[in-house]
Nanobody, 123 residues
Framework: QVQLVESGGGSVQPGESLRLACAGS????????IGWFRQFPGQEREAVAC????????HYAAPVKGRFTISGDKAATMVYLQMTNLLPEDTAVYYC????????????????WGQGVQVTVSS
């Protein structure tokens, strides 16, 4: 059974950084792609970034390009989201998930989700 558990959320001021982690079990990063999504209150969940398990290719949604970096550690079955220069509009619940990871505009969930972590950016 695939399990995904996020950690690293919290509250920061604008311009600061956070690093989210997604700990996986029950799967091999060689055969899965993992992505990050976020959900604003009352809105649909939207893609943030993804990484291909086979070769490490990454894709990013436009609002986070140049500020967020997704990376993976296959040996540890971990995927990270390094978030820098955080903005108030980044405030959301962040989730990791198994995904299709075709392009910056084609990142979609498949079967598995983590529980989500809150990220709050405010003065």
């Amino acid at each position: 059974q695939v399990q995904l558990v996020e950690s690293g959320g919290g509250s920061v001021q604008p311009g600061e950084s956070l690093r989210l982690a997604c700990a996986g079990s029950g799967f091999n990063l060689e055969t899965y792609h993992i992505g990050w999504f976020r959900q604003f209150p009352g809105q649909e969940r939207e893609a943030v970034a993804c990484i291909k398990g086979r070769d490490g290719t990454t894709h990013y949604a436009a609002p986070v390009k140049g500020r967020f970096t997704i990376s993976g550690d296959k040996a540890a079955t971990m995927v990270y989201l390094q978030m820098t220069n955080l903005l108030p509009e980044d405030t959301a619940v962040y989730y990791c998930a198994s995904v299709i990871c075709f392009s910056d505009t084609d990142i979609g969930p498949t079967d598995y989700w983590g529980q989500g972590v809150q990220v709050t950016v405010s003065s």
